[in-house]
C-alpha cells in the first residue's frame, strides 16, 4: 500500500458542484501539503498544514479550503467547482526529523471540471 | 520572477549519451535542495538531494551553486528508462517547497 493515498483518483464533476479531494498519509509525518500541476506551470501550491491546528494558505488558494482532521489526514475542499480548477492534483508530506526533509507523494487525482 | 526556472526541453539524447540540466533558484536563503523524476500523469518521486559538497549517485551527479544559485544534475550513459521530466526543487527554513516547472528528456534508441 502507498505510504500517501489520495481518493478518488479520477473525478469527473460539473461547474457548481462542491467535491472533496482526501489524503491520507501511514508515514507518522506533521507536515502535509496540497498542489495542483497544470501542463507548463509546475506543481503550485494550494494548502499546507504543518499540524492539525495549523492551516496556512498557498500561492493559490482562492476557491479551495481545507480541513486537518487528524495527523494522517488532509483534505481538500473545492467550494463551487469551475472548469478552470480542472487539472492534477497531488498530496504531499514532509518532516523535519532526521535531517531528511524531501517530500513524499500521492498518486495525484486527475480532476475534470465540465 | 519563479522561484525556481528550469529550461523546459525536451532535451532529445540517444541512448548512452550524457545530459546535464541546470536550475536557478530566486532566494538566497534556501536552504535544502532536491532533484525529483517524474513520469508522465504520475507522482513525482525523489531522484535525490543535492548538498554543498555535490553527490552522485550511479549515473547520477547533482552540484549545488551557492553563490550562483544555481543546481545541476548530470546525467551519464543515458538509459531508456531515464526517459521523463526532471524537478528541481527547493526548500527554505524546512518549509515550503518549491517546484521549477520540469525539464522533459528523451532518450531514444
Known amino acids: 500500500d502507498a505510504d500517501v493515498t489520495q481518493t478518488p483518483r479520477n473525478r469527473i464533476t460539473k461547474t457548481g458542484k462542491r467535491i472533496m479531494l482526501e489524503c491520507s498519509q501511514t508515514k507518522g509525518h506533521d507536515r502535509m501539503y496540497w498542489y495542483r500541476q497544470d501542463p507548463g506551470l509546475g506543481l503550485r501550491l494550494i494548502y499546507y498544514s504543518f499540524d492539525v491546528k495549523d492551516i496556512n494558505k498557498g500561492e493559490i488558494s482562492d476557491g479551495y479550503s481545507v480541513s486537518r482532521q487528524a495527523q494522517a489526514k488532509f483534505s481538500l475542499s473545492l467550494e463551487s467547482a469551475i472548469p478552470n480548477q480542472t487539472a492534477l492534483y497531488f498530496c504531499?508530506?514532509?518532516?523535519?526529523?532526521?535531517?531528511?526533509?524531501?517530500?513524499?507523494f500521492g498518486q495525484g487525482t486527475r480532476l475534470t471540471v465540465v | 520572477r519563479k522561484e525556481v526556472e528550469q529550461d523546459p526541453g525536451p532535451f532529445n539524447v540517444p541512448e548512452g549519451a550524457t545530459v546535464a540540466f541546470n536550475c536557478t533558484y530566486s532566494n538566497s536563503a534556501s536552504q535544502s535542495f532536491f532533484w525529483y523524476r517524474q513520469d508522465c500523469r504520475k507522482e513525482p518521486k525523489l531522484l535525490m538531494s543535492v548538498y554543498s559538497s555535490g553527490n552522485e549517485d550511479g549515473r547520477f551527479t547533482a552540484q549545488l551553486n551557492r553563490a550562483s544559485q544555481y543546481i545541476s544534475l548530470l546525467i551519464r550513459d543515458s538509459k531508456l528508462s531515464d526517459s521523463a521530466t526532471y524537478l528541481c526543487?527547493?526548500?527554505?527554513?524546512?518549509?515550503?517547497?518549491?517546484f521549477g516547472s520540469g525539464t522533459k528528456l528523451n532518450v531514444k534508441p
Open positions: 504531499a508530506t514532509s518532516d523535519t526529523q532526521g535531517g531528511n526533509t524531501e517530500a513524499f
Open positions: 526543487v527547493v526548500q527554505y527554513n524546512f518549509n515550503k517547497f518549491y
